[in-house]
């Protein structure tokens, strides 16, 4: 063999040698990171599910039962288990837009397998493939705890028998509840986007606005 033949076979074999270590990178980051999202689809807290192009459930994780009750086999291509008529047409309203690319945030009423509503909090993401949505994933958030007590803390604070007021950081009003409106003789429209201190009278101004001194002057 001429040393021209020996240069060119050093050549190949460093050539291949090097798109084999590029290979064997590319597949270890490949299963890394294919690891890495399975762990995070597994082992995420809110339910993570992937639909297909059709919308019927190919895969979720355990939250999925753990929040409804139900396994995907079981709810799979049967989504009116879960919905109401209504609440099924926003479902597949907001479908339809994220099969054109769009993602996509809403909020449902579901019905879990022991028939007690759950309150969602969902996202759609497209799955593209060349460019083309090819099916969605999505995310979905229980937030029937969180609205619960929403509603209750607004309860609370209409229903106080003493003046309430919720204001912003530059002493706007943002709400106040009927006893502070009754008081006054004042609508919602008079007070609110308002300053707080217009509303009080300059001889309680001292009293009223000393504590909010005390917090603005405190460390976090």
Known sequence: MNGGNILGAENSNKELNDRMQDDGAYQA??????YFYRSLFANHPDIV????FNGNIVEANA????????????????????????????RMDYFNKARQGEAQNFNLSASNKEGSIVELDIVYIPNLLDGQVVSIFGIAKDITV?????ESYKSLFANLSDTAFIL???????DVNDAALKSGGYTQEDVRQKPFHSFVFPEHKEQVFAPSKTCSKAKP
């Open 49 to 52: 599910y992937h639909l297909d």
């Open 146 to 150: 969180s609205n619960y007590l929403q």
């Open 63 to 90: 939250s999925f039962t753990q929040v409804l009750g139900y396994t995907p086999e079981e709810i799979s291509n049967n989504l009116s288990q879960l919905y109401t008529e209504d609440q099924l047409q926003r």
């Open 168 to 174: 912003d950081l530059d002493g706007n009003v943002l």
């Open 29 to 34: 980051n490949s299963i890394s990171s294919n």
